[in-house]
T-cell receptor, first 114, second 113 residues
Framework: GAVVSQHPSRVICKSGTSVKIECRSLDFQATTMFWYRQFPKKSLMLMATSNEGSKATYEQGVEKDKFLINHASLTLSTLTVTSAHPEDSSFYIC??????????FGPGTRLTVL | GNSVTQMEGPVTLSEEAFLTINCTYTATGYPSLFWYVQYPGEGLQLLLKATKADDKGSNKGFEATYRKETTSFHLEKGSVQVSDSAVYFC????????????FGPGTRLSVLP
């Protein structure tokens, strides 16, 4: 199956700083990328959907100014958590899809904000 | 809107026991159905899928059949192993296929030796 990578796998930052997470589709062109957030022992919550070259569509309740998403190419999307706070600590997972094909998930990034 | 309901567990079984994790869904149209597995500290891995009614998805001894009449996609395995300990997510997508993913709450499975 297709491979999606995320970098970094873990990041620890101080409160008030910004953190960028990269999501790459390694062997296919992803027209759409999705960003999810997973709280401990909970299911995945879709945060936003991004299509290459256009603005991301955010789910209700997700602050677009706090979670900046850029999908600059068909193989790369980035999620930047701006002015991070401890409540932003979570497991962030991206997925990528090509057209209407299935989504392939990345391994996730664990963010800890001190 | 679309939704997925699954038994939340935790489910604790002895090695070689039979596993069933129930999953039912509500959707407009004809969604595709998936089971994903998440091992501790890792992302999601696709376990199996079915894209139309009566399809059976299978992988690594796990099976699930797309039942349109009961809107179900129950996960089964005849003999679980300790290495199967993980969280299992039932999910649906679409239409269109691959879009509009909705995940169930996840079921934590612990298999004891």
């Amino acid at each position: 199956g297709a491979v999606v990578s995320q970098h970094p796998s873990r990041v620890i930052c101080k409160s008030g700083t910004s953190v960028k997470i990269e999501c790459r589709s390694l062997d296919f062109q992803a027209t759409t990328m999705f960003w999810y957030r997973q709280f401990p022992k909970k299911s995945l919550m879709l945060m936003a959907t991004s299509n290459e070259g256009s603005k991301a569509t955010y789910e209700q309740g997700v602050e677009k100014d706090k979670f900046l998403i850029n999908h600059a190419s068909l193989t790369l999307s980035t999620l930047t958590v701006t002015s991070a706070h401890p409540e932003d600590s979570s497991f962030y997972i991206c997925s990528a899809a090509s057209g209407y094909n299935e989504q392939f998930f990345g391994p996730g990034t664990r963010l800890t904000v001190l | 809107g679309n939704s997925v309901t699954q038994m939340e567990g935790p489910v604790t079984l002895s090695e070689e026991a039979f596993l069933t994790i129930n999953c039912t869904y509500t959707a407009t149209g004809y969604p595709s159905l998936f089971w994903y597995v998440q091992y501790p500290g890792e992302g999601l891995q696709l376990l199996l899928k079915a894209t139309k009614a009566d399809d059976k998805g299978s992988n690594k001894g796990f099976e699930a059949t797309y039942r349109k009449e009961t809107t179900s996609f129950h996960l089964e395995k005849g003999s679980v192993q300790v290495s199967d300990s993980a969280v299992y997510f039932c999910a649906l997508s679409g239409p269109p296929y691959g879009q509009n993913f909705v995940f169930g709450p996840g079921t934590r499975l612990s298999v004891l030796p």
